[in-house]
């Protein structure tokens, strides 16, 4: 089954503290990617970064970086000091080959940054 | 400038009605998806097109009823059938890459 896991319902940290977004997903298929997207206050999801299943290199963002581990199934979204305009419910999401690229959604982690 | 339009963003419906929410894009995508999003709950896609004159059901299509005339425009009907109309509804198209897609703002669909 294709499935995505987001533990954390809800965050709050207090700006410029780092803090790690969750993500662990279920898939039987050898070709996939991976997605973050950002839904702030506005409704609109923003995408952020999309892996595939064959490329396990981190990558860094500005602030932002993102950990994909095959081994554990994570794919695990860090904000390095955080902003106020970072608050907003983040979605971590899985495709497939053959799947005419519908997403999987996992059920979102809300992000709040108090000043 | 390019996006994807949804209208209207709130919309009321009494119990019965059926009602259509608009969405038109203008990035020349041949792919097209609707989703629901219910309080603290992902994404659920309801039906994708990927394709004028042709779509499909994803996975809550019951109640619900799509058109693809243009491949601009992707309009879902939420139908009297749909036995809990209240939510939030995204339409989205598909860019080049695998499964990158591009949301509109969304229209929130209250049944009173």
């Known amino acids: 089954a294709q499935k995505v896991t987001q533990a954390q319902t809800e965050i709050s940290v207090v700006e410029k503290e780092d803090v790690t977004l969750d993500c662990v997903y279920e898939?039987?298929?050898?070709?996939?990617?991976l997605f973050w997207y950002k839904q702030p206050p506005s409704g609109e999801l923003v995408f952020l970064i999309r892996r595939n299943s064959f490329d396990e290199q981190n990558e860094i963002s500005g602030r932002y970086s993102w950990n994909f581990q095959k081994s554990t199934s994570s794919f695990n979204f860090t904000i390095t000091a955080s902003q106020v305009v970072d608050s907003a419910v983040y979605f971590c999401a899985l495709t497939w080959m053959d799947s005419s690229y519908k997403l999987i959604f996992g059920s979102g982690t809300r992000l709040l940054v108090r000043p | 400038d390019g996006g994807i339009t949804q209208s209207p963003k709130y919309l009321f419906r009494k119990e019965g009605q059926n009602v259509t929410l608009s969405c038109e894009q203008n990035l020349n995508h041949d792919a097209m998806y609707w989703y629901r999003q219910d309080p603290g709950q992902g994404l659920r896609l309801i039906y994708y097109s990927q394709i004028v004159n042709d779509f499909q059901k994803g996975d809550i299509a019951e109640g619900y009823s799509v058109s693809r005339e243009k491949k601009e425009s992707f309009p879902l009907t939420v139908t009297s059938a749909q036995k809990n109309p209240t939510a939030f509804y995204l339409c989205?198209?598909?860019?080049?890459?695998?499964?990158?897609?591009?949301f509109g703002e969304g229209s929130r669909l209250t049944v009173l």
């Open positions: 989205a198209s598909r860019g080049p890459g695998p499964g990158e897609l591009f």
């Open positions: 898939t039987r298929d050898t070709t996939y990617y």
